[in-house]
Structures are given as C-alpha cells and as structure tokens.
C-alpha cells in the first residue's frame, strides 16, 4: 500500500527508522472547483487548500494514507478539515484516510515519550490498514548532495528544487551539471510550491542556498529512530521549533555558503515567518549580506507574477 | 424603558480597577510577574502567588485605550507584515516598542517568565522576541494535535477527558506543567503547595458551575436580562481571578443578580424580537456596537462564549489528580473553540440553547487559527435554522474596522430575521 505525507520538513528519516515510505505530496498543485471548496477559507494555507482540493478530487486516490504533520503550519487545519469533510460525506469514498501525525522538535525526556507514543499509534493505525513495515529509502545523503552542489555553482537552483521534489514524491533524479555564476544569493522565508522564483533568480546570479532545501535535509537525517528524532529536534529552521535557533543557524549557513544577498519573500496570508524579518534583516545588514524583500507572493507563482516582481531592480 | 446596568457589574469593574492598581503597585515595587497567553496554566502562578498579566487581556486593555492603531502602526515600522496575529502580537509589539507614552500604565517592565502554549504556528517567534527583549525565560508549552476532534466535547471532557483528549498527550502536558512549577519555584523562591492545589482546584470548579447555573437562567429567559457587554466582565474578570475567595464570591453575586433580574422581569429591550450571538473574541475597541441594534430593533446580544465556556471549557473533574485535571484543562483550550467539529458543534447548541435568532460571526482573517472553521460553523447554524452574518474584521486593530459596513450587515441580517 502506498502512503503520503503532507508538510514541510517531512520526517523521511523518522519514518523510515519504523519501516514507513512515505511519498510527499505537499508541493502537488491541485484546481479549484471542488467540493471541498465551499468550505475552504480563502486565507487558508495554500498548500493545505491544495492538498484537500486533491483528496475531493480523487488526485490522491492511490495513496491509502496521508499523513498530516502537525508540526508544519497548515497541515494540521488541513487534517482537520479532511476528517470534517469525511464526516460530513463531502470527501469521496476512495480518498486516503487522513492521519495525524505528531513529532514534536524537541528531545527533553517528556518530548520523546510522546514521540515515541505517537509512532506506536501511528504503525498501529497503518497496520490496520493493511501496511506492513518494510524497507525504506533514505533520501538524506541525495538531499545533501543536492545542497551541497548548488551551493558550489554546479546546478541551479531551478534544477535543486525540482529534484528535491521529485526525490521527496518518490522518483529518482539524475541532475546535470550546469554550472551557474554571479552573486551568490540565498532564498530564504516561507516554502515554495514551484521553482518558478528560482528560475528567475539562476537568471540573476548563483543560487547558493536555500532555506527550504535546509528545512527539508534537516529533517531527513538519521537511520536508526533515535538518530532520526535527534535530528527533528536539532532542526533549526522547523517552522515551529520551540528553541530560538533559527537565527544563529541563518547566520552560520549565509557564512558557510558565502551570501552575497539575502531574497525574502512569504505567502499573502503569512503568519508565521513574518516574525522573523526583521531579524533577519538586520542580520544581513550587520553582515555586510544585501537584502531583498520581496514581500507577499503565490506559493505557486506564475510568470506573470514572478515578471510583476521587477526582480532585476529588486536585486539589483 | 431604559437598561439598568446590573450593580454588581460596577463591582467586578472596580475590583479589577483595583487588582491592576494593586498590581501595578507591585510591579513597580520590583515584584516579579509573569507575561502569559490565555491558554496557559495560571493556575500554577496564581497558587504560588505569582501575579500574572495575560497576554490577551493586555491587548484588549491596549485597543480599549484606543491605542491598537499607534501600536500596530509601530509593528510596522519595526517591519512586521499586515498579514500577521494582532491579538496574540499587539501586547509583543507594544513592549519592543517601549514608549511609556503609548502604553496603558506607562508599560510594563520585564517580566520573570513568559509562558505560551504552541497552539498556533507564530507562538514560539511572537514570544521569543519578549523574551528575547525582557531577558527572561519562555516556558513553551508543545501543543501536538488529538489524532481525531472527537464530537461532542462539552460532553466527554468534564470526566471522560483522558479518552477525549489522549493519554499521550496529557502525559506531556502534565511533565510540562510539572517543569513550569519547578522554574516558578526558583524564580520565587516558594514552594508549591500540592495539597493547597487540590482545594484550590475545588474552588474553580465551584466557581465555573455557579456560572453555568447563570448561563442556563440566561439561556431560558423569556426576555434578554443582561447586555453581553456586562456578562463579559462579570465573567472574565472572575475567571482572570479564577478560585479566588473573591471571584467565587462574584460569580455567585453575577447568579443571584441574573435571577433577581429575571424574576422581576428586567430586560435589556422591553420588546425583544431578535436574540443574537456575537461569535468570536470581544470587539474591543467598539464595545458599543451590541447595543446599536435594541432600540430600532428590539435585537439584543444574548451570547457570547465567555460565559458558557467558563463551564464546558474548564470544568475537569480531577479524580484525585489535580494536575492532571488541569492537563485536561490547558492541553485542548483554545482549540475547543476553533477546530471543526468541536467549534460548530458546540455552538449550534449553544445556539438552541440561547434560542438564537441571529450569529453574528468575527472573522479575524490576520488571526487564521481564530478565522478556521468559519465556514462549517456558518453552514450548521444555517443548517439550524438559524440566520448568519460574517463580519471581516480583527478584535483588536481599529484600522480595520468599518462600523458602518459592519452595521449596515447586521441590519440586514436582522430585517430577514423579522421579514422571515
């Protein structure tokens, strides 16, 4: 049986230490018109819109599971809504059951018991649908590869991002080399559901870095379950970790991947990132790094929007 | 006929006059306090007699003061988006501002300790910046989500709150809440008095069944007797102060005032014809707006959450684990009144309870925990027979208010009530 995983900053690693594949379908764009639509806010995440867009629709239909990670914003409202929506018979049939999953980013003695206690529930659930544990693939060392050859020029960060998402859907990736050049820029803020903002900024200069692709890696690692919930709750740019060490881990990587400038750019109906701005920003300005906000942008810009962005004088 | 303001409403507004006054006075005498959300354990701060400012409630005394336009103007500046939580934030923002001149009180200092619950995505950044400003610690407490909002909430969590609410997660709510007792106790020096917890936990249960007994004499009143602009405070002032000799006292005063009021036939409007529900936070900074609608329309607000969530939201009998019990109190709170099917499920019967006419629903759209669900509350009040209105607009930021749109959409709501 097939299973996915809705959010940001997957745990592949933890599922993968109990025998879970899970295919990521956060990035999957799906259209508007569906049943569910009637009841979707329109201040709704964007990726949580899309994901129950795709479950009414059947788009999912060959999953027999999602998980929901609570800890990524959206997500857990998005689980929230499918068990409603199933409830109150607007969900098809065929759609895959909706799970939560909890896995907090913290390692104290309290967090760990409830982790644990959480993955048992979860293999419990699954079992009964039918699941059985099984080897996993771990994408840790290709999602590290990915980082560490954008970051030396050697793909783009169009071609990174595409890779990472077809990695994280389940597919195999073969990227090229095709060396990129200028100043060295790092897109940082909220997740993006397309390279489409990526693309722009290769045209510009080297994208060195970026801070869902750090999200992602991070969440990625360890083999064994207690390596893999070490590395949850280490993860500094977990959108909710509960320690403040998103801004010191900023400061390292813009060193280590050598910034030149900083793209900032969050979703029309933020709430989460924002908070980190200016904080941000004034890192950038005591590190001699330029600073772009771009402001409020689709999660999936069109050409059109990236063209209203007038990104050769934003960067300039 | 002109309403009578209950008496005892002067009261509980003086007696928190004089708590803040007192408290003030012992802020500026260097005592320490605690910044908290409105989700969180007070009860661990106020048995060990540390005193608390709520974060929520320092907001809407912010907006109150006519000071959220200056305020969030600053956030601004500071470059935070227009997009971001008010009501969680305004308080924040007015403390990295620092300008004594635009805060109530003059500000506040630092506090000791801040404490929030994770129970929305921007808790752990918004919290961290005040503690970060204040140099103190941030107890954050996790708030993973129940594998299933099981229905009927009000009704399992008084005593079958374990199986609603999940072990797991009551067994990190209560190690969390042991290690927020451990840093109270060094930051005041006192130890917590386990003992003195149980009977205090004793008298919040009291406290929140008297005023179910004033919610159900409200609810099945012939006519409206008390304002929602009077119930607020006669309730939130006791629950802010909840288990204290005095907010039980109160509480039981609000009860035998309602009934006075009821059995002498006092009413908000003479010929009540609407009963509406206000759902959603306090609006602040407009207080007025649940009166506009009496005297042209005889439509009175009859409800708002405060009084009924006093008791199906802490009510928690404790089966001789007082901090568990408290666990089962904090680990779901806010949510209760958010998430799908709890939100509109209750609602819808507390909206038969009140015979409601008309909901009236704030949709804070910058606020999204607080805006989720707003559809399927709208579609089951329909459903029920009951007439919505949507309001867009934040509980606490002035510059988005349209007091005349606003009106303009409750006006019409009432007329298809009584063209109906």
Known sequence: MRIAIFGHGAPIGV?????????????????????????????????????????????????????????????????????????????????PNAIMLNILPADDPAAGRFNRAELDRLTRTLTGLGWQAGAARPLSPQLDDLLARQSAGQITGAAAFDARARLAAGGVVDVADAPTAGPRLAILGAPLGNAALHAALDRIGTLALDQQALDQAHAARGVTLDAALSAQAANPFAARQPKAVFVPALAEALKTHQIDRVIWQRDPNDDLWGWLAPQVRDLCAARGIGWTDLGALPRWPTAADIAALTLGEAVA | MTYQPLPISAEAMAHQRDWAKSLRAQIAGGAKFAFVNADTPHEIFHAMDMPVVVNQWWSSVIAAKQLSTWTLDRGAEMGFHDSLAKYSAMGVISALDGDPGKQPWGGLPDPAILCARQSSDDQQRLFQLYADKAGAPLALLHAPAPAENLPRWWERARDDWEALYGTARLDLMQAQIEELIAQVEGITGRAFDRDGFGAYMERIEQQELIFEEASQMIAAAERMPVRIGEQIPNVMIPQWHRGSDWAVAHAERFRDAVAD?????????????????????????????????????????????????????????????????????????????????????????????YRIDLAVVLVPEADRPSGYCTNFITEDLRAAGVEVVEIHADMVDARKWDGPAAKSAVTDGIRKVLDA
């Not at chain 1, 799906?30 to 979707?40: F, L, S, V």
């Open chain 1, 15 to 95: 599922l993968g230490a109990i025998g879970v594949t899970a295919h990521d379908v956060t990035l999957c764009e799906a259209p508007a018109g569906t049943a569910a639509d009637r009841y979707i806010e329109p201040f709704m995440d964007p990726f949580a819109t899309s994901v129950l867009r795709g479950m009414a629709a059947g788009a999912l239909d060959e999953f027999a599971a999602i998980l929901f990670l609570r800890e990524s914003p959206g997500a857990m409202h998005a689980c929230l809504y499918a068990h409603e929506l199933a409830r109150r018979g607007v969900m098809p049939n065929a759609a």
């Open chain 2, 261 to 353: 009021r009821i059995a002498q036939g006092g009413a908000v409007v003479e010929n009540e014809r609407v009963r509406m529900m206000w759902i959603g936070a306090g609006l602040w900074f407009d207080t007025k707006f649940y009166t506009a609608f009496e005297e042209e329309f005889g439509a009175v607000f009859a409800w708002s959450m405060y009084l009924p969530f006093a008791a199906d939201g802490y009510i928690r009998r404790s089966k001789g684990d007082y901090l568990r019990a408290l666990a089962a109190r904090v680990v779901t709170m806010n949510e209760q009144l958010h998430q799908a099917p709890w939100a509109n499920e209750w609602l819808v019967k507390q909206a038969r309870d």
